[in-house]
């Protein structure tokens, strides 16, 4: 998504602040045009699925929105979520992966995937108890949970075969 602007800093710190300048809209409708691409891409099988983490989770949810029926599957990890009342624009089934420390991310969470259910679309919650926030980067060795990553990344991959097969 920071392609546009030259691309993603080496520097985290230099990268969460590029991230926070982004136009949410305008990175929204560029995923939408990209999942519309894969979905007419020849030698595809026409379905589209998208995973992010953190920020990529909350766009996960963004795009699930904006994409409505064009998105096939998200996956999302422990990503911030949209108001609850755009839940029925949502066709994609849903996985999120929640850390089970992350009150912050669970304050938006729970209402959305509640939202969807409500909804009739399907979302999947999963709670990893006892780990933080970005339990799945490897390159924290604070947040990193080897056996929640593992577990976590099985899910998704099973969650893919079915849904985007």
Request: aromatic share 10%.
């Amino acid at each position: 998504m920071l392609s546009p602007s030259g691309g993603t800093p080496a520097n985290e710190d230099a990268a969460r602040d590029a991230i926070g300048t982004l136009d949410l809209g305008a990175a929204t409708a560029a995923g939408v045009a990209m999942v519309d691409l894969l979905e007419h891409r020849a030698g595809g099988n026409g379905k589209v699925g998208a995973i992010g983490f953190c920020w990529g989770g909350g766009y996960v949810n963004r795009l699930a929105v904006g994409a409505g029926k064009s998105l096939d599957a998200g996956v999302v990890f422990y990503g911030p979520a949209p108001d609850p009342a755009e839940a029925p624009r949502v066709a994609a089934p849903k996985k999120f992966h929640l850390a089970g420390l992350d009150n912050r991310v669970a304050a938006t969470a729970f209402p959305w995937i509640s939202a969807l259910r409500q909804a009739g679309k399907k979302a999947t919650y999963l709670d990893y108890p006892g780990v933080n926030h970005a339990f799945n980067n490897d390159t924290s060795a604070e947040r990193y949970d080897k056996a929640a990553a593992e577990l976590a990344w099985r899910r998704t991959l099973a969650f893919f075969r079915r849904t985007l097969a």
